[in-house]
């Protein structure tokens, strides 16, 4: 059975860290990008990183480089979303998906076919 789990979340201090994991199944990881989104309380989802099979990282919003990193292990199945420095604007409910082969651009997000259920990060301020 195809599944994204995402777990990590939790409510950290304004600069604070969290690790986020996105632990999958029933397909064939090494052959997928896999993507981080999130969605605040009133606003539209947004893409914020992805990493492709091959290790690359694409970055879709400013506001996390040099904060946020992603790293996958392949045995394990499994993507990792390291967030360091964290804002009260990171607040959101974290959700990964897949997309067979790479990683998607910011207008191909369409191309993601299975996403996790999502994990809640609150940053108190």
């Known amino acids: 059975q195809l599944q994204l789990v995402e777990s990590g979340g939790g409510l950290v201090q304004f600069g604070g860290s969290l690790r986020l994991s996105c632990e999958t199944s029933?397909?064939?990881?090494?052959?997928?990008?896999i993507a981080w989104f999130r969605q605040a309380p009133g606003k539209e989802r947004e893409g914020i990183l992805c990493i492709s099979p091959s290790n690359k990282t694409k970055t879709y919003v400013d506001s996390v480089k040099a904060r946020f990193t992603m790293s996958r292990d392949n045995t394990k199945k499994t993507v990792y979303l390291q967030m360091d420095s964290l804002k009260p604007e990171d607040t959101a409910v974290y959700y990964c998906?897949?997309?067979?082969?790479?990683?998607?651009?910011?207008?191909?997000?369409?191309?993601?076919?299975?996403w996790g259920q999502g994990t809640q990060v609150t940053v108190s301020s």
């Open positions: 029933g397909f064939n990881f090494a052959v997928y990008g």
């Open positions: 998906a897949r997309k067979y082969w790479d990683c998607p651009t910011r207008t191909n997000f369409w191309t993601l076919d299975s």
